[in-house]
C-alpha cells in the first residue's frame, strides 16, 4: 500500500514540476493568442457593422408574421380589437358530455381557455366540432376557427 503512494507522489511531484518549469513559457503563448483572438474579433465586427442591417425573424413571435387581418371586414374594426379572433390561433379542442372547452394562443405565446357560453371580446364561443370552433357575433352570424388558422364568417353553421 505504502508502495502505490510513493509511486503516485513521484507521479504527482513529476508533473508538478514539468508544469512549473514550462508555465513561463506557456503565459507568454496565451497572451500571444488572447491577442490573435482579440485582433481576428475586432475585423470580423468591422466587418459587421460595415454589413446592412438585416432584421431579425423572432423565433418566439408565433404566427406574428402571419397575420390573418386582411380576412377581417374592414367596416366593423374588429382586426384592431385586442381580443379579435384574428389575432388568435386555435390549439386546443376538449369536447365532453357536461362541458367542452377551447383553448387560444395569441402571437405572444398566451393561451386563453374558453368554455361553451363564454365571451371572447365581443363575440361568444356557441359550439364545438371535431377541428373547429364556432363563435356567433352580436348580429347572429357566426365566425368559425379551425386547427389551420383558418377564419371564415357565415350567416349558419
Known amino acids: 500500500m505504502n508502495f ?6 513521484v507521479i504527482f511531484l513529476f508533473f508538478t514540476a514539468i508544469s ?9 503563448g496565451n497572451e500571444k493568442l488572447k491577442k490573435q ?3 481576428i474579433a475586432k475585423e470580423i465586427n468591422k466587418e459587421i457593422k460595415q454589413d446592412e442591417e438585416v432584421p431579425l425573424n423572432d423565433p418566439f ?5 402571419n397575420n390573418r387581418r386582411g380576412q377581417a371586414s374592414d367596416d366593423d374594426g374588429e382586426e384592431q380589437d385586442v381580443m379579435s379572433l384574428y389575432n388568435f390561433k386555435l390549439v386546443g379542442l376538449i369536447s365532453g358530455s357536461d362541458h367542452s ?13 374558453l368554455t361553451i ?8 364561443l356557441v ?4 377541428t373547429e370552433a364556432i363563435f356567433e357575433k352580436d348580429d347572429k352570424s357566426f365566425i368559425i376557427i379551425d386547427f389551420n388558422n383558418q377564419i371564415r364568417e357565415s350567416n349558419e353553421y
Not at 512549473?20 to 507568454?28: E, N, P, V, W
Not at 413571435?61 to 408574421?65: F, L, P, R, T
Not at 372547452?101 to 381557455?113: Q, T
Request: aromatic share 6%; glycine share 12%.
Open 20 to 28: 512549473i518549469a514550462t508555465g513561463t513559457d506557456t503565459a507568454t
Open 61 to 65: 413571435a408565433g404566427n406574428e408574421g
Open 127 to 130: 359550439d364545438l366540432r371535431l
Open 117 to 124: 357560453g363564454q365571451h371572447l371580446g365581443k363575440i361568444k
Open 37 to 39: 483572438v482579440e485582433d
Open 4 to 9: 502505490f503512494k510513493n509511486l503516485f507522489l
Open 101 to 113: 372547452y377551447i383553448a387560444l394562443s395569441n402571437s405572444s405565446g398566451e393561451v386563453i381557455l
